[in-house]
């Protein structure tokens, strides 16, 4: 069975710094892109960022541009998200997802889904 976890989310002030992993079983990450995306209350799912297998090439939203970083592990079979200059804006719950093709902005191009992890970003 696939299975993705994430972890590392909570609550941070404005400013603040948070590194979120994505734990992979029954896949091998590294053969995969893998997207991350948030979802805020009330709002669609949007992409965050994205990294390629072949090549390791990253890609980014333009409103986490250069704030956050995409990562992988592959002894760990993990990949990480680092999260600096956090904003209020970026409060959401936050998913890592894997797609067998190529990074896409699109949710549905995405087959496995963990459960997502709390950002919380508030004074």
């Known amino acids: 069975q696939v299975q993705l976890v994430e972890s590392g989310g909570g609550l941070v002030q404005p400013g603040g710094s948070l590194r979120l992993s994505c734990a992979a079983s029954?896949?091998?990450?590294?053969?995969?892109?893998i997207g991350w995306f948030r979802q805020a209350p009330g709002k669609e799912r949007e992409g965050v960022s994205c990294?390629?297998?072949?090549?390791?090439?990253?890609y980014y939203a333009d409103s986490v541009k250069g704030r956050f970083t995409i990562s992988r592990d592959n002894a760990k079979n993990a990949v990480y998200l680092q999260m600096n200059s956090l904003k209020p804006e970026d409060t959401a719950v936050y998913f890592c997802?894997?797609?067998?093709?190529?990074?896409?902005?699109?949710?549905?191009?995405?087959?496995?889904w963990g459960q997502g992890t709390q950002v919380t970003v508030s004074s």
């Open positions: 997802a894997t797609n067998a093709f190529g990074c896409s902005w699109y949710p549905h191009d995405f087959g496995s």
């Open positions: 029954g896949l091998t990450l590294e053969y995969y892109v």
């Open positions: 990294i390629c297998s072949s090549d390791g090439s990253t």
